[in-house]
């Protein structure tokens, strides 16, 4: 943990800021800010391609299809695009629509068994009359 007085000098609050944007799946508002304060960054190898594997991974369990993809993986190119569409298997059936994954093929239901006996229950309904 870091302490209080060092959470509010500024390059600890950014990051922090940083961090609460990803969590709360403000992409498009992460990479405007990383694009503020790219000097907290340098030097930092595979920064940006470890944030779209993980925007990725939570668009993934979230979406069947989606429109803003290039925005919210930072603004990519359609070349780059492709790449991380190709890495996790989506297709693009029209120009801009992009399927994810269809959620109700990986629905897995689940058996319930109760293991209720009646001696068990009997006492509880004589107990209601």
Not at 15 to 34: D, K, M, N, P, R
Not at 61 to 85: F, S
Request: net charge negative; aromatic share 10%.
């Amino acid at each position: 943990m870091i302490d209080q007085a060092h959470q509010e000098e500024r390059p600890i609050r950014q990051i922090l800021y940083l961090g609460e944007l990803l969590e709360t799946c403000h992409f498009q508002s992460f990479w405007q800010a990383v694009a503020e304060n790219m000097e907290l960054l340098d030097g930092i190898t595979g920064f940006k391609d470890s944030v779209r594997k993980f925007i990725c991974h939570v668009v993934g369990i979230t979406y069947q299809h989606i429109d803003p993809l290039a925005e919210m993986l930072g603004d990519l190119l359609e070349a780059q695009l492709k790449v991380w569409m190709s890495k996790y298997g989506w297709m693009e059936p029209e120009p801009g629509w992009i399927f994810i994954y269809n959620q109700e093929e990986s629905i897995k239901p689940k058996n319930i068994v109760e293991k209720i006996d009646l001696d068990s229950v009997s006492s509880i309904m004589a107990s209601s009359l």
